[in-house]
Structures are given as C-alpha cells and as structure tokens.
C-alpha cells in the first residue's frame, strides 16, 4: 500500500467532446501522438507531494484509461483508481468522490481538456486550499469587452403575447440587441484544477439540487468560500479542432516542421435532379444531387485530391478512376477512407484540411458543425469548412453546379 497521501486529484475525463469532431471520447483523443488524457496526467504526477489519482473515465474507456493511467504513473500506479463517469460532469465528479481514500483531506478536481495546465498550478492550488481551508479556482483577467444582450422589445412584447408563450430560451447572439456594457474589471475566467477541503466538498455534492457549470459554482451554492489563485495561460481548455491544432503548436513551438506538406484539391460536379444530394458525407434531403460516376461528392472529392497531391500520391482519378466498378454510386466517406489509408501507408501524417464550397445552394451555414466534425472523424484531423458563392458568375452563379477547392497540410514521419 502507497503512503496514505493527503491529496486527491479527479481527473474528469468522461465527456464526449462531439465539438472536438472526433470518433472517441474527448480525452481519449489524440495531441501530438498521445491521448489528451496522458498530457494531462503527465502534469499532475509532476506535482510536488503524492496524491491519489482518480481518473473518471467513460464506461467504453475504462480498460484504456487504466491502462494508460498506470503506464504513465510508471512507480506510482499504486496511487491510480479509475472509475466510469455517469451522465453529466457533476455526477462523474461525483463518482470520484466516491472512490476517495481515508487519508485524503483536499481535492482538487481538474478537466483532462486543460491538458497543459503545469503542475505547478496544481501545487500552488493544493498550498492554498491548506491555508485557507475554503474552495480555490484558478482565474484569469477577461480581456475582451464584454456586452449584455437580449431580445428586442417588440419581440418580448410579441412573446408575452402569444398563446402558450413560455419563458425565453437562449439568446441567438446573430441578432441580439445590445443592453450595456459589463465592468470586465470585476469579471474573471476560472480554470481547473479547483481544489476543496474535503469534508466540506462532499457535504456541498450532497445538498446540490441542480447542475453547475463547475465545482466552485456548487461549492459557493452551499455557503463555502471560494478565492481565486493566478492561472495559466497554458491551462486552456481543449474544446474545438482549433484548440487542438493550439495545443500541438504549444507543445513543439521550437520544433522545426520536418517533412511538411501542402496539397491543392480541386472538384467539379454538375446538378442532377435525379439523384440525391451529398455533400461533405452527408444527405441533403430536398436538394438536386451531382452528375458523376460515384455520388459527386465534390467536397469529399477536393479532400481526396488535396491529400493525394500533398504526399505526392496521384490524384483521385488514378487512384479511383472511373473504369473501376467498385467505385460506380460510391459515397465520397469511401474515397476519404481509401486516401486516409493511402497515407498512412505511405509515411503520412494528416494535420488539418481547410474546404471552400463555391455554390448557390445547399446552404451550408446551418449544418456546417455537422460536415466538419464527419469530415474530420474519418480524416482524423481537423477539418474546417467554408462556404461561398461566385456572385451570379459562371456556372455556379447560374446555378448549374457545385465547385469545392480544398488544402492540406500533411507531415512525412522522419
């Protein structure tokens, strides 16, 4: 049995990160050629003093998230528990509660998304949760000016109006009116890892009666004191492909890109009312599909090129061309899928695929998170799409076509 340590710290790697756009729990996605999860950890067994490590994992990862715990805690797996998450982030926190040793007296509970955070932010936490026996959350100045919006007047008068009208759902900040200006010089951006005297963390868990957005919302609910210690810039929370592609930069900012490349893909297809429209590997119900030999996927098609071309691969033509009848009807998914296989086979890493559709229609904007987290599921990278048209010119501003440019960038393994 380890040294009964004073400290526990939840590692709360449970969510699904759909916005993250990938195939596997958020955590369990890949940063640099490791799980986000083991860049997390790596920085708090980097920590000062022994603690227990309690990683809250997904029911489906649980054997994963043991075994890559353990791996990484190397000597100290003694101090490793891994238990599934439940259905929100309150219960999965919750559920690391649960599996807290009798020694333990402070928890800190951090987001395995904030997977760069230094170990030094979770001593200086662990320092001052002991000093001040109350709840502590990392904090940064919000830098941005920062409004308060809501609807209009005639559309609350409207609302109030109508049969059945109930209280306002979200704001849609597209069209929002402006109500003031809020004094950013009181306001902060909290981080993780947020730390608590036990028993007063436990007893807070037991009388929440409903969900928070973090620990120190629910701790403060209860009647705790909560106090702010300096954050870390590098604690950002890895939520978007954005936040990703920022994160490998952060870990290799010095790094010199070896063997990295650029493609160009380039797709053209006609309209076809007689068939089916898809796009970006999705149907779109109601709309004229495209003339071809497969299904037309012009923006799947523009990947495919880009990607060939990068790693220096041919095209998709000769790779999948027209005379071969595996391919007649063929979704584009089946043409990514080969492509990303191609390279991977050759030596090729993906980093990320930028798309810019040229067309009257479909519109893309309403389902543009849909298309990039599919696209970027089967490339596995981040896949970021744009849309635009050509100002009633040529054929896709008469309306008779799609066009789709696409780029790519790919690293060759050294």
């Known amino acids: 049995m380890p040294v009964q340590p004073t400290v526990a710290v939840i590692v709360v790697a449970a969510g699904s990160g759909t916005r ?36 809250v994992a997904p029911a489906s990862h649980h054997a994963v998230g043991a075994e890559l715990a ?41 987001d395995a998304a904030r997977a760069l955070t230094p ?5 200086l936490v662990v320092r001052r949760v002991t000093e001040s026996r109350g709840g502590v ?21 409207d609302a109030a109006g109508s049969v059945g009208a109930g209280a306002a759902g979200a704001v849609d900040v597209t069209d929002a009116a ?14 993780t890892p947020q730390g608590f005297p036990r028993a007063a963390l436990l007893d807070a868990y037991a009388t929440a009666a409903e969900e928070y957005t973090d620990d120190a919302a629910l701790f403060a609910a209860a009647g705790g004191p909560v106090r702010t210690v300096a954050g870390a810039a590098d604690a950002f929370k890895i939520t978007t492909p954005w936040d990703l592609r920022r994160a490998e930069q952060e870990l290799a900012p010095d790094a010199a890109p070896h063997g990295v490349r650029t493609g160009l893909g380039i797709d053209v297809h006609a309209f076809d009312a007689a068939t089916p429209l898809w796009l970006g590997g999705v149907h779109w119900p109601g709309e004229p599909g495209l003339a071809g030999h497969s299904d037309g996927d012009a923006l799947s098609h523009a990947i495919c090129d880009a990607l060939l071309g990068a790693a220096g691969l041919g095209d998709i033509g000769s790779r999948f061309g027209t005379a071969d009848p595996q391919f007649e009807n063929a979704r584009g998914d089946v043409f990514l899928t080969a492509t990303v296989a191609l390279l991977r086979d050759a030596g090729f890493s993906i980093g990320n695929v930028a798309v810019q559709v040229i067309a009257n229609h479909p519109k893309l904007g309403p389902r543009r998170h849909e298309v990039e987290a599919h696209l970027s599921a089967i490339v596995g990278a981040p896949v970021s799409v744009a849309a635009t048209t050509s100002d009633h010119l040529g054929f896709t501003g008469r309306g008779e ?11 060759q393994a050294t």
């Open 20 to 55: 993250l756009g990938r195939p596997e729990p958020k955590a369990f996605a890949p940063l640099a050629g490791r799980p986000i999860l083991a860049h997390a950890l790596d920085r708090v067994f980097g920590m000062s003093e022994p603690a227990q490590v309690i990683v």
């Open 70 to 110: 353990t791996s990484i805690a190397g000597a100290a797996a003694e101090y490793v528990t891994v238990v599934n998450g439940g259905a929100s982030r309150q219960a999965s926190v919750a559920a690391g509660l649960a599996a807290l040793w009798p020694s333990v007296d402070t928890v800190l509970v951090h």
């Open 119 to 123: 170990s030094e932010q979770f001593d």
């Open 137 to 157: 959350t990392p904090a940064l100045p919000v830098t941005d000016t920062i409004k308060r919006v809501g609807p209009d007047v005639a559309d609350v008068a």
């Open 178 to 191: 402006v109500r003031g200006t809020v004094d950013r010089s009181e306001l902060v951006a909290v981080q």
């Open 401 to 411: 076509g799609i066009a789709a440019i696409a780029t790519a960038l790919v690293q």
